[in-house]
């Protein structure tokens, strides 16, 4: 029989969210996990890294004073350097659409995971807006979590074997919570419809983002085969991505440097 996978597991919500136990429970079927998350809440904070963070054991494996990519150098680097997989979540809301990928530290960890080049996964579940209640307000259960730890499972056990990290470094996961789950998958690109505005009223400036109550609603413009359709479908999302930066050759660019004064002196 193989040897299970060594798991490293983090999130940005901090170590005592509901979500992140819900995970940990899941990939306790398909490996050996550890955690190596933050001591408390660190969400949007991206790829923020401090550099001097203190560290404590739990029962669970370790609680980082510090941000998820700071959790993920410090595990990778020292506490469990033999890890096989990444996975950060699951994030209470939803990591979908390209403008929240480098925002988000959900999805940050897994990235910096593939600097270390161990394979990753980030996992998140996309809580719908009631009506009368603000996404701060909603507060999902364990059992909400169920698609998204299930699917967490599924692909960590079958992803590397399948061959599915030769070609991506690491995949962004969205699940629906059960009740709205058609229990199928689909593999999807991060969406490009970007809803962000901003609203003075006097000194301050509100930062809005509408998507959030038209996927609520069922109205949004995304296209088939993006993460947000398919998680508004029912779907679990999954996205096969690299870490950024990727660069293509520009011929217009290859021309614009080749003719900058003093090229060839």
């Known amino acids: ?14 170590i005592d969210a509901t979500g992140f136990r819900a995970l940990y429970d899941a990939l306790q079927a398909v490996g050996d996990v550890t955690a190596v998350a933050p001591a408390r809440d660190q969400s949007a904070m991206g790829r923020a890294v401090t550099y001097d963070v203190t560290v404590e054991e739990t029962d669970l494996g370790y609680a980082i004073e510090g941000t998820p990519a700071d959790c993920v150098i410090a595990g990778l680097g020292s506490l469990v350097p033999d890890a096989d997989m990444v996975v950060a979540g699951c994030n209470e809301g939803a990591n979908i659409g390209a403008y929240n990928l480098g925002r988000s530290g959900t999805v940050s960890a897994a990235v910096e995971a593939a ?3 161990v394979p990753a ?10 009506d009368d209640r603000s996404f701060d307000e909603q507060s999902p259960d364990y059992e909400d979590f169920r698609v998204a730890t299930e699917a967490a499972a599924y692909l960590c056990d079958r992803a590397p074997a399948a061959g599915v990290f030769d070609r991506a470094e690491y995949l962004n996961v969205n699940a629906p919570i059960p009740a709205e789950a058609t229990g199928e998958m689909a593999v999807t690109r991060p969406s490009h419809v970007h809803m962000l505005d901003a609203h003075r009223e006097g000194t301050d400036i509100k930062l809005h983002d509408p998507v959030w109550e038209r996927m609520a609603e069922g109205k949004i413009s995304d296209p088939e085969g993006t993460d947000r359709r398919a998680v508004v479908d029912g779907q679990v999302s999954v996205s096969p991505l690299t870490a ?21 002196e």
């Open 1 to 14: 029989m193989a040897e299970s996978p060594a798991i490293l597991l983090t999130n940005d919500d901090g």
């Open 115 to 117: 600097f270390f080049s």
């Open 121 to 130: 996964m980030a996992v998140s579940l996309y809580v719908p807006v009631a």
């Open 244 to 264: 950024p930066h990727s660069t293509e050759h520009h011929d217009g660019l290859d021309a614009l440097v080749g003719s900058y004064p003093g090229h060839g």
